[in-house]
């Protein structure tokens, strides 16, 4: 069985930075690609970034490239996300995501490509 667990949500004031963890257990964490996602209220679930199983390779949702860093410490088997200069419409829950498929030489963006998700953090961030 799968875990992913998020950390690192809050409140903050726009311009502010969180960095998000997910700290993941019952996989070979290094063979797969890892992604967030985002949820508003009444939104549906959109892509933010993704990351290589190797770390070599980088996706961004254009909302938040330049001010979103997705990184990895596979020794640690876990996914962070650094987010710099936040606004009012990051505000959501972040999910991590892991690729259903191993060792994929292309980053995925799409929902149906991840499988096993964490529980969310929630984001808010104040104008």
């Known amino acids: 069985q799968v875990q992913l667990v998020e950390s690192g949500g809050g409140l903050v004031q726009a311009g502010g930075s969180l960095r998000l963890s997910c700290e993941a257990s019952?996989?070979?964490?290094?063979?797969?690609?890892m992604g967030w996602f985002r949820q508003a209220p009444g939104k549906e679930r959109e892509f933010v970034a993704a990351?290589?199983?190797?770390?070599?390779?980088?996706r961004y949702a254009d909302s938040v490239k330049g001010r979103f860093t997705i990184s990895r410490d596979n020794a640690k088997n876990t996914v962070y996300l650094q987010m710099n200069s936040l606004k009012p419409e990051d505000t959501a829950v972040y999910y991590c995501?892991?690729?259903?498929?191993?060792?994929?030489?292309?980053?995925?963006?799409?929902?149906?490509?991840?499988?096993?998700w964490g529980q969310g953090t929630q984001v808010t961030v104040s104008s």
């Open positions: 995501t892991s690729d259903r498929r191993t060792l994929r030489t292309t980053v995925g963006t799409t929902l149906s490509e991840y499988d096993y």
């Open positions: 019952g996989r070979t964490f290094s063979r797969n690609n």
């Open positions: 990351i290589k199983w190797s770390g070599s390779s980088t």
